[in-house]
Nanobody
Framework: QVQLVESGGSLVQPGGSLRLSCTAN?????MGWYRQAPGKQRELVAT???????NFADSVAGRFTISRDNAKNTVYLQMNSLKPEDTAVYYC??????????WGQGTQVTVSS
């Protein structure tokens, strides 16, 4: 059974930083993060392939970075210059070579003064 274990969500002030981590119990071709704010659809934040190719939502490009440690099956999301509109539940996402997708349980990020 696939398991994606997330950590790092918290309350932070506007302009602050947070780092999210997600560890999988296996190797996945693509790993990344999506988020869902109250009353909104889940949306892409960033993804990274096993070879290191990245993709970012326009709303976070230049503020967030994504990286992974393939030896640890772990993906990281470094979030800087956080804004109140970044408040959401952040979900770890993983996709294998068969294009099967898996989700973590979600971690809450709240940006508020």
């Amino acid at each position: 059974q696939v398991q994606l274990v997330e950590s790092g969500g918290s309350l932070v002030q506007p302009g602050g930083s947070l780092r999210l981590s997600c560890t999988a119990n296996g190797r996945f071709n693509v790993m990344g993060w999506y988020r869902q704010a109250p009353g909104k659809q889940r949306e892409l934040v960033a993804t990274i392939t096993v070879s290191g190719s990245t993709n970012f939502a326009d709303s976070v490009a230049g503020r967030f970075t994504i990286s992974r440690d393939n030896a640890k099956n772990t993906v990281y999301l470094q979030m800087n210059s956080l804004k109140p509109e970044d408040t959401a539940v952040y979900y770890c996402h993983a996709q294998n070579r068969l294009l099967n997708t898996f989700w973590g349980q979600g971690t809450q990020v709240t940006v508020s003064s």
